[in-house]
Nanobody
């Protein structure tokens, strides 16, 4: 079975940093892409950035460009989202997801099939 698990969220002050981690199992590792998404109350699920097994990436969402970085460690079957210069508007539930879709590069939620449980990020003074 496919399982996706993310972790690393928490409470952080504005300007602070967090690194989220995501592990996946049950997939053929070189045949899927993964992505980071977030959803704040009352808002849709926003794609932040997506990455292939080989390291190809999409552009970052404008809201996080220059502050967030997606990366991978294939040996650990892990993906990361490094979040710097966090702002209160970054407060959301953050999700990791996986897909074998040809349209992975669109980095939109409806192209991703396997989702983690989410990890809460709260940015507040």
């Amino acid at each position: 079975q496919v399982q996706v698990v993310e972790s690393g969220g928490g409470l952080v002050q504005p300007g602070g940093s967090l690194r989220l981690s995501c592990t996946a199992s049950g997939l053929t590792f070189d045949a899927y892409a993964m992505g980071w998404f977030r959803q704040a109350p009352g808002k849709g699920r926003e794609g932040l950035s997506c990455i292939t097994w080989s390291g190809g990436t999409t552009d970052y969402a404008d809201s996080v460009k220059g502050r967030f970085t997606i990366s991978r460690d294939n040996a650990k079957n892990t993906r990361y989202l490094q979040m710097n210069s966090l702002e209160p508007q970054d407060t959301a539930m953050y999700y990791c997801a996986a897909t074998i879709s040809f349209n992975w590069y669109k980095c939109v939620a409806n192209e991703y099939n396997y989702w983690g449980q989410g990890t809460q990020v709260t940015v507040s003074s």
